[in-house]
């Protein structure tokens, strides 16, 4: 039996792989006559390079063999397994398609497609992990220098950098590991050999931010420490500022919901006090600012919303606003610009805020949910109402934003909004316009959103409500706004 080999470089190429696979089904290969190598493995049996295909090798008689996407996929996913058998298992089953069994990808008992789904799995999970634990940390001297140290299980670094490139587009960083490194200049991805964990920086000024930030909104009532160990194994633990502090937390957390337990039972709350709300910021560490709450909130993984969305949407404005508009979250032109409302609902605002005087570049604009909520329905992503979890999950970052800003006057746009500022039992048609004053003193009142004003149908029903917008929002010119 004749014996070959073919070399993958690099070796999770899904081009390489296809190109030498091609070849050796051009060529008759059978999958046990084949070795497939990569980096500098040498064949165990001296098997020589198959030899490249010239013109004169094809014939009319040649057909090409077509695959189906899924097969495609599956194969892109698996070579980044560090598996060194996958390669040789990629083309027995490409052999065994060709050879007529079409639809072998819908048996999941063969066990072909059961190792090939069990690879696939293990990259996308790893997929995951990595972008949900590396960590940025400032490189000293630098401004808006980034480097991230992470120790991926797979391949997975070519396939996971465009997702980091998306979410920070704005700053220059790079991810090393120990067997690739890519970095982003704000403008293109360049990767690069491993590097040393030393290369990376050890620790800057954030991090404290960061773990004051964890602390507060650490629930002990929701600790499930099992379900906390599959979502954050402690191998991840390295990567994350916060790991420091779950020893503690966690010995805490009987103790501490005992606590919560004993006050609630002298004290019960109110869903909504008529007049004087709770408004409290977790407390946050010394010198953190706006920028720095950015910074942390762009690299927030309390709930699901961030991973389909291409960034966070953070709040914009003066630093002094006195006026905070909060709305509900971004839509598609905010997930992808960056910036909030600066979509269809967005330009409503700008046309009402004109009608009223307003100059908007005096507001302090947010979201009560920094991440984008949608639907993929072919190539659009429709917007989706975020749930009572993830504004509850956001609104950590929204008290942050109050605090820091302390503006004289809130407008929530929407129920989300309203919910998040005056809590989960707010109801919006019988409350809007009213004033409210809030424990620190803030007044606020809540109105719709305008995307809701966008969903009336055309017509007087659509003017009638923008209407109502308008002299919604008419009281942030009047005194009632005055401290
Ligand atoms: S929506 Fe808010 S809580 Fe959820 S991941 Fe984004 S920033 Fe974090």
């Known amino acids: 039996m004749a014996r070959w080999s073919v070399r993958i470089d690099p070796a999770w190429s899904l081009e390489a792989w296809r190109d030498a696979a091609r070849l050796a089904l051009h060529r008759g290969v059978a999958p046990a006559e084949l070795d497939w190598l990569q980096g500098q493995e040498s064949s165990l049996l001296d098997a020589p390079a198959l030899p490249p295909m010239r013109d004169a090798d094809t014939t009319a008689a040649d057909t090409p063999t077509y695959v189906s996407r899924a097969f495609v996929e599956l194969a892109a996913t698996c070579l980044c397994h560090r598996d060194p058998q996958r390669m040789a298992l990629l083309y027995r089953m490409l052999w065994r398609i060709a050879s007529g069994e079409r639809g072998l990808l819908s048996i999941p008992t063969d066990p072909d497609v059961q190792r090939a789904m069990a690879l696939a799995q293990a990259v996308r999970r790893d ?201 509900e979250q971004p839509g598609d032109a905010e997930d992808l610009s960056g910036h909030p409302f600066v979509g269809p609902a967005g330009q409503l605002l700008d046309r009402a805020l004109r009608e009223l005087g307003i100059d908007r570049s005096t507001l302090y604009l947010t979201n009560a949910v920094k991440h984008f909520r949608f639907e993929r329905r072919g190539k659009r992503r429709i917007h989706s109402k975020p749930q009572v979890t993830h504004i509850n999950a956001c609104r950590p970052w929204l008290l942050n934003e109050i605090e820091q800003v302390r503006p004289a006057v809130i407008a929530c746009l929407g129920a989300s909004a309203a919910s998040a500022v005056f809590g989960a039992g707010f109801n919006l048609m019988e409350n809007r316009g009213r004033w409210h004053a809030l424990d620190d003193g803030t007044r606020a009142f809540a109105t719709v959103h305008p995307a809701w004003v966008l969903r009336q149908p055309e017509g007087d029903a659509r003017a009638a409500a923008y209407q109502l917008f308008v002299d919604d929002l008419r009281q942030l010119t009047g005194p009632q706004r005055a401290r």
């Open 127 to 327: 997929t995951h992990k990595m972008k949900a634990f590396v960590r940025f940390r400032e490189v000293p001297g630098e401004q808006d220098a980034f480097i991230a140290w992470f120790e991926p299980d797979h391949h997975i670094v070519d396939r996971v950098a465009p997702f980091f490139a998306r979410r920070f587009t704005g700053m220059r960083w790079a991810i090393l590991t120990p067997a690739r490194s890519v970095s982003w200049d704000g403008q293109a991805l360049s990767f690069g050999p491993g590097g040393r964990q030393d290369d990376a920086p050890a620790e800057d000024a954030r991090e404290e931010l960061w773990r004051t930030y964890y602390a507060n909104i650490f629930n002990p009532a929701r600790l499930n420490t099992r379900m906390m160990q599959q979502e954050m194994p402690v191998r991840y633990w390295k990567h994350l500022p916060e790991a420091s502090l779950l020893p503690t937390l966690v010995r805490d957390a009987g103790d501490r919901v005992q606590d919560m337990h004993d006050r609630g039972a002298h004290a019960p709350q109110r869903r909504i006090p008529a007049r004087s709300i709770a408004l409290r910021a977790p407390a946050t560490a010394n010198g953190d600012d706006l920028d720095a709450l950015r910074t942390a909130a762009a690299g927030c993984r309390r709930c699901p919303l961030w991973e389909p969305a291409t960034q966070t949407v953070f709040g914009e404005g003066p630093r002094d606003a006195q006026v905070m508009l909060v709305g």
